[in-house]
């Protein structure tokens, strides 16, 4: 995405010429990258939480609440899913201005997150059910964690 945007800027103010496509598919990568951000910055435990509040509880309140968080992210997951679905038709009949790809490829990518974060969060929930989650997932939830503990950490 940079280097086809850096080299449209070249050929426009160097050359008088251009990338037609240019500029429609840097958004269309950059909603894809955001989304796909989001996946990954979920797994990470990198999304924005009150943590104060849940640090005012102990190991089973922290469980507990962390087992609530799980259910209703599955529940947003769903409705992003389903409100995907709905508009998939539509999307898929209606061409972007420039390129004329489905835009189904564009905000289909919902599917891909809905799907991804709600599998993660699935996850989470049987690792709390089956008791297999550690004192250290349950810190980083209440925001106790030591970000150099994790440099140079392989997953």
């Known amino acids: 995405m940079a280097v086809m945007v850096f080299t449209n800027v070249v050929l426009r103010y160097g050359f008088n010429t251009g990338i037609t496509f240019s500029e429609e598919a840097a958004r269309y990568f950059f909603v894809w990258l955001t989304f796909i951000g989001a996946v990954i910055a979920f797994r990470e435990n ?9 640090r005012l509880f102990g190991r089973s309140g922290r469980l507990v609440l962390m087992l609530a968080t799980n259910l209703v992210i599955i529940l947003c997951m769903a ?35 809905s799907v991804g974060i709600g599998l993660i969060a699935l996850l989470r929930i049987v690792r709390i059910v089956t008791g297999q989650v550690t004192e250290e997932e349950i810190a980083t939830f209440a925001g106790e964690f030591d970000e150099t503990a994790h440099v140079g950490r392989a997953e």
Request: charged share 5%.
């Open 79 to 113: 409705v992003l899913f389903w409100g995907t679905w709905k508009q998939a038709p539509i999307n898929a009949s209606m061409k972007a201005a420039v390129t004329g790809m489905p835009m189904i490829w564009i905000f289909g990518i919902t599917f891909f997150t």
């Open 46 to 54: 990198a999304h924005l939480g009150v943590e104060s509040f849940v």
